[in-house]
């Protein structure tokens, strides 16, 4: 499997079947200037590189790199991304503070077995809602904590569909990384207001319609929703 086009200029450029089987899926957003949305577990950042380059890009600066929470899996390759194309790292605040002190144990690095050196975020909000203009477009942050703290989703209005980087919609939901399903269930519903029209999962990938992606949310809702 290569790399795949969603929508127009937005690309899936890694995931455990494109690059490496520790990753999660790495969304790239041709906005006049690219933006990366999660950076997988940093082993195949040489992969993504090479993955940039042959969407025929080079002359394209990466200017942005979203990191949709602190896990090892979508912040591993974020150091090495960030030093190659002098790119800003974006976070919600609440997550930025466990990478910035590279904790072992809410990152997950030590369960992956990664050794995880502290790194300083460029730009944290810490609201409920972040709006970046970027070239002739605003891709929207929000914050949708659940499966942890500071997890973020993003979403854009290009070529006449609303997608949504949701991220690790799945979980998994673990006490000891900050899991809080009474959060995730509010996050959920907010998603599922926005009425996108594809869904760009954390590791399960994409969902190509409003009904997919409904779908999709609604039975983890099912499964895992706590009304409170
Ligand atoms: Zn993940
Ligand atoms: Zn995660």
Not at 134 to 140: A, C, D, K, N, P
Not at 173 to 202: H, P, V, Y
Request: hydrophobic content about 40%; charged content about 20%; proline content about 3%.
């Amino acid at each position: 499997m290569g790399i795949k086009e969603i929508h127009d200029g937005i690309y899936l450029i890694g995931s455990s079947d494109i690059t490496d089987t520790k990753d999660c899926c790495v969304y790239l957003l041709n906005l006049g200037e690219f933006v990366l949305i999660d950076t997988g577990a940093g082993s195949s950042v040489g992969s993504l590189v090479a993955n940039i380059d042959r969407l025929g890009f080079k002359s394209t600066p990466l200017s942005t790199i979203i990191l949709t929470h602190c896990h090892i899996d979508h912040i591993g390759g974020a150091a090495a991304l960030q030093q190659k194309y002098g790119a800003r790292i974006v976070m919600h605040d609440l997550d930025a503070a466990t990478l910035e002190r590279g904790d072992p144990r809410l990152t997950a690095a030590h369960w992956y077995g990664v050794n995880l050196k502290p790194l300083p975020v460029d730009v944290k909000f810490a609201g409920l809602r972040f709006e970046m203009s970027i070239g002739s477009h605003e891709l929207v942050l929000l914050h949708t904590p659940g499966h942890t703290p500071g997890s973020i989703s993003a979403y854009i209005d290009k070529s006449g569909k609303r997608v949504l980087f949701g991220q690790d919609i799945h979980g998994p939901f673990l006490a000891d990384f900050g899991a809080n399903m009474r959060d995730w269930t509010n996050s959920m519903k907010q998603l599922l207001a926005l009425n996108a029209d594809i869904l760009c999962e954390g590791h399960f990938g994409i969902y190509q319609s409003n009904k997919k992606l409904t779908a999709y949310i609604e039975r983890y809702l099912e499964e895992y929703g706590e009304e409170g």
